[in-house]
């Protein structure tokens, strides 16, 4: 019989059967109905060509087949029960190894991923700086972060982090005709000063350079600390934070707990 044809659940129920010489007791393991493991079995004897018990009045037996055959499928559930580990061993690394854009790592991440560690104290993160471009294949990376629309790649599924706003902050005394602070994506031209990305213009901006235009993710825990002011409501823009991975990588329990804790943390 071909692997893909193998009735493993059938085979399960009739372990279970086997173990305890009763459908009923078998049942409650399973949390199936007496009648349901009854079906199961007789389909795999139809299936087999082979009866597997003796139904007696208030027991069952097995038969001399069923006998011979329960060791090596009781040794076939235990290598399966040892792949299903070394599976999830490999998956269950505690290592989470993440990409982002320096400003964001700065400015937000590393005060989430330090709150997080403190709740999962077996957690080690490997942070590593991207300038837009991520390679999963290359850099072994559970998760990256960028800035932008959604992932158009094959294979990457992403979940925004918000929508975004983008705001222009000052130092404390800075008024609307301070110099502007620019950087690439900024959307202002050059001004004052130049800088290489937007953590480095909130930095410039709460030194006194001038004015900076900033996503109000990045800016938030400097205006909540005072170092910098927004000086309007802001322009809602369709680009966002996105965090990004692999589809496979989704379903490792690691990634998902982190992305969760980071949407709503």
Do not use: C
Not at 67 to 87: D, H, K, N, Q, S
Not at 230 to 256: C, F, H, M, N, S
């Amino acid at each position: 019989m071909k692997r893909t044809h193998l009735p493993l659940n059938a085979l399960r129920v009739f372990d279970a059967a086997a173990r305890h010489l009763s459908f009923t007791k078998a049942a409650d393991e399973l949390a199936v109905t007496p009648a349901a493991v009854g079906q199961q079995i007789r389909a795999l004897e139809d299936v087999l060509g082979t009866v597997l018990f003796k139904r007696l009045t208030r027991t069952l037996e097995l038969t001399p087949e069923a006998t011979r055959a329960l060791p090596a499928l009781r040794a076939g559930f235990r290598e399966f029960e040892e792949a299903v580990r070394i599976l999830q061993e490999g998956q269950g690394s505690k290592v989470l190894t993440i990409a982002a854009p320096r400003d964001f790592t700065a400015k937000w991440l590393t005060a989430r991923l330090a709150a997080y560690a403190a709740a999962n104290p077996d957690i080690r993160f490997a942070l590593t700086a991207h300038d837009g471009e991520v390679d999963f294949t290359q850099a072994n990376l559970d998760l990256a972060v960028t800035f932008g629309g959604p992932p158009d790649a094959e294979g990457l599924h992403g979940k925004p982090l918000a929508a975004e706003t983008m705001i222009v902050v000052g130092s404390a005394g800075a008024t609307d005709s301070a110099p502007r602070i620019d950087y690439p994506g900024s959307g202002w031209e050059a001004g004052g000063l130049s800088v290489a990305d937007a953590g480095l213009a909130l930095d410039a901006a709460a030194s006194g350079f001038g004015l900076a235009r900033v996503p109000a993710t990045l800016a938030a825990a400097d205006i909540a600390a005072g170092r910098v002011k927004a000086t309007g409501d802001g322009e809602p823009t369709p680009a966002a934070y996105w965090l990004i991975a692999p589809t496979p990588q989704w379903r490792q329990a690691k990634v998902r707990a982190l992305v969760e804790f980071l949407l709503t943390g």
